[in-house]
């Protein structure tokens, strides 16, 4: 059983698209996050929802909006695809909010975003 | 604010050989949480280590090994007897106790391990 699941793995859109990524935790946590892993490999977080909430909203362009429709899913739709978009963008989940002894981060196996 | 440094962009050695990664963090929090996580070259983060910021004991894992001294804010990395397996990026990542359970990454250490 793959515990945080994100479709598609390769996703590749002309300048100008609105495309969507999915994203699904099976582990029951209740927050669950965005990064984005440019192409130096930084890795920077995007949002967090906690129980369909938004928490963190890292100063990304209103084009990207994560929707979160039970906490078992956090997707993301990015609106007027630019070039500057194209990334690896991964899914996380943890059991809770606060940081914490056991509040262990699950990534997703990431979705490679080519914009051309 | 929280920062995590690796300064080492690229490491490169040869099989057999002991390599330490270094990091190093910033941050006002009493209450805090290290990380290392491990990216093969396809892709996906491998959970390493995590540590708390009360805990400096440091830790084995088999080949790995990890050395937490507060005095320093380092939270370096050893891997000892190297194997091709191992190449990857490290990555270093802080949790504050304030800003809830978002990673603060560093930049990444690019790891070869030649045979």
Redesign the interface.
């Known amino acids: 059983d793959t515990a945080v699941s994100q479709t598609p793995k390769y996703l590749v859109t002309q300048m100008g698209n609105d495309k969507s990524i999915k994203c699904e935790q099976n582990l029951g946590h209740d927050?669950m996050?965005w990064?984005k892993q440019d192409s130096?490999?930084?890795?920077?977080?995007m949002f967090?929802y906690n129980n369909k909430e938004l928490?963190?909203n890292e100063t990304v362009p209103n084009r990207f909006s994560p929707k979160s429709p039970d906490k078992a899913h956090l997707n993301l739709h990015i609106n007027s695809l630019e070039l500057g978009d194209s990334a690896?963008y991964?899914c996380a989940s943890?059991p809770?909010?606060?940081?914490?002894?056991n509040?262990?981060?699950?990534?997703g196996?990431?979705t490679?975003l080519t914009v051309l | 604010a929280q920062k995590v440094t690796q300064a080492q962009t690229e490491i490169s050695v040869v099989e057999k050989e002991d390599v330490t990664l270094d990091c190093v963090y910033e941050t006002r929090d009493t209450t805090y949480y290290l990380f290392w996580y491990k990216q093969p070259p396809s892709g996906e983060l491998v959970f390493l280590i995590r540590r708390n910021s009360f805990d400096e004991q440091n830790e084995i894992s088999g080949r790995y090994s990890w050395n937490f001294q507060k005095s320093t804010s380092s939270f370096n990395f050893t891997i000892t007897a190297s194997q091709v397996v191992d190449s990857a990026v490290y990555f270093c990542a802080l949790s504050e106790e304030t800003s809830g359970s978002r990673l603060t990454f560093g930049e990444g250490t690019q790891l070869t391990v030649n045979p």
């Open positions: 927050t996050y990064y130096k490999k930084f890795l920077k977080i967090s928490i963190i690896v991964f943890s809770q909010l606060t940081s914490g002894p509040n262990e981060q699950f990534f196996p990431g490679r």
